[in-house]
């Protein structure tokens, strides 16, 4: 596992946790709150900044090809 999806994985988790533990007390702290969720938030974004598109491929990988048409 490398560096960076070390450093996703936690911010993932602990700002879960820490967006949990905010909500489950009695009297919500509105900042703690607000601060687990950007830390999960920006877990998910750097996450999914390296997932590549589905858009993206080339049109190789399809099995029909066409023939090039000769204009004579």
Do not use: H, W
């Amino acid at each position: 596992m490398n560096y960076s999806r070390i450093i996703n994985v936690s911010c993932i988790l602990i700002g879960g946790v820490i967006a949990i533990y905010a909500q489950a007390e009695e009297q919500q702290n509105t900042y703690l709150l607000m601060g687990g969720i950007v830390l999960l938030m920006f877990g998910i974004y750097r996450t999914s900044r390296n997932i590549p598109s589905k858009y993206d491929k080339q049109e190789e990988e399809t099995f029909v090809k066409s023939e090039e048409v000769d204009e004579d």
